[in-house]
């Protein structure tokens, strides 16, 4: 399993520091885990492959690149940084 840790700070709260965790087995595009905190609190949750396929058809994506935006936003880190913005709510 892989996992990768990373520290955002949304943009609904920018002074906030949060870490987001996503572990997968094969690659994002076969489900994923994903864990969010704030040094308090965690939540965690899980997302499938029927949910990644299901979300890419509502975009009109291509589901590989849609894997691969994803990949950018949860992934990568410190090379998307600025990149993309992420809300709390």
Known sequence: ????????????????TYFLQVS???DLGTGF???LSDGQCSWAGTVSE????????DMEMNKAK???ELKKALVTGEESAGKYN????
């Not at 992420?86 to 709510?89: G, R």
């Open 86 to 89: 992420f809300v709390i709510s």
């Open 24 to 26: 997968w087995e094969k």
């Open 33 to 35: 885990g994903i864990l």
């Open 50 to 57: 029927a949910e990644i396929s299901r979300e890419a058809a």
């Open 66 to 68: 849609y894997v691969e």
């Open 1 to 16: 399993m892989e996992k990768t840790l990373n520290r955002i700070h949304p943009v609904s709260d920018p002074e906030a």
